[in-house]
DNA sequence: ACGCGGACTAAGCGCTCGCTCACCTTGGGC
DNA sequence: GCCCAAGGTGAGCGAGCGCTTAGTCCGCGT
């Protein structure tokens, strides 16, 4: 594995851009804690323990415990859209397109399930800047699967009634795979990539 | 108006049950002040402050904080499983029931997305004892739209390649609606039922 | 008229939070 | 051999937390 890594919980953690080495260990330790018990229920004192180091070492690589969250949501929402933008402009036809990009994006979230959480729901703790920002790369990954979707209506593959409220219902049905994904469950993640892209498929009416 | 209230945010909020009065005043700031910053971003200050009385008087109608966001889960809950419950049991063909209990379950997510966020999204604040009981109230929710899914294959209507997977992201889909619907948006809560019903019964490939 | 009990408040307790500061350790350049 | 910057620690500050306690207020039965 060159530029990803095992957590403990077994999922891919591509944060091999964070350095140095204990930006990075602090960084996945808050991951964790800010998935199990929320931004605000978690203590900079947990972070610290769980990356082995002592609770003042936090703030030697982060100025602020929210600049730790900022940077998780930041490196998360540039994952998805690149997921998104990747499949939304890979070659075949628009159906294919598109399931190939709720397969993946389905992919994404259940298997890295901890990031996910933290990427999609401990949004609201930003402040007002870090937020906007955050919010921009979400408009993102709405016109890369709008894009599609209008695609296939272009080519006379699809039939939508609303094209904006079903771009948001397939990225609403994908994002809360990470609230409910879990890793003891029934399902593999490319299992529900698959369950998932079908539902799809048939929301947009490809014939 | 009767049973239902409105809140500041002109929604409509059926805690009529709850007495005396300043125990559900006390109930209502709760719920406001959950949805906005999150359970443990809320302060009692903050709940006590909304509902016009000192931090003290909390502590007159609930044992903790906890019980308070225990009280409005398990209030929210039963108000989720009568819904469906209601659109399940009545008459009409499978997909009319099934359209039926989407479309008003999307709409109570929609129009109380106050308290649908609280509901849905602050569960793991709870305790073990009290999120037991609730996950119980989630499985009758599950088992409604299971039902009438199989109701729709037994009798051939629908064409449904995973009923569990697909019962879970009918669910998935409506529960998220509390997470993106905004009041100021550019749908109506009956705008987004409706779309979401037509939505689902593409995924069950009703005929 | 009066006592009583439930509703409510002002004050504050013990604790933990995010964060800081003075100091310590280590390794590479000269 | 010595120095110094970078990276780390232990102790602890001020603030705000959930919750408690002692006491006040007020409507009501008698």
Known sequence: MSTAEETAGGEVAPWGEVTPDAARRL???????????????TTT???AGRAGMSPAALYIHYKTKEELLHRISRIGHEKAVDILRTAARGEGTPAE?????V????????G???TARVVQYELDSLGPDARAEILALRRQCDAEVRGI???G?????FDVLDVKGTTLAVLSLCIDVARWFNVHGPWTPDEVGALYADLVLRMVGVK
């Open 27 to 41: 960084l996945m330790a808050a991951v964790e804690a800010f998935a199990e018990r929320g931004y605000h229920a």
């Open 45 to 47: 004192r947990d972070i």
């Open 97 to 101: 397109r598109l399931a190939d990009a």
């Open 103 to 110: 397969s993946s994006f389905v992919r994404w979230h259940a």
């Open 112 to 114: 890295g399930r901890t």
């Open 149 to 151: 979707i209008e695609d």
């Open 153 to 157: 209506i272009a080519v006379g593959d």
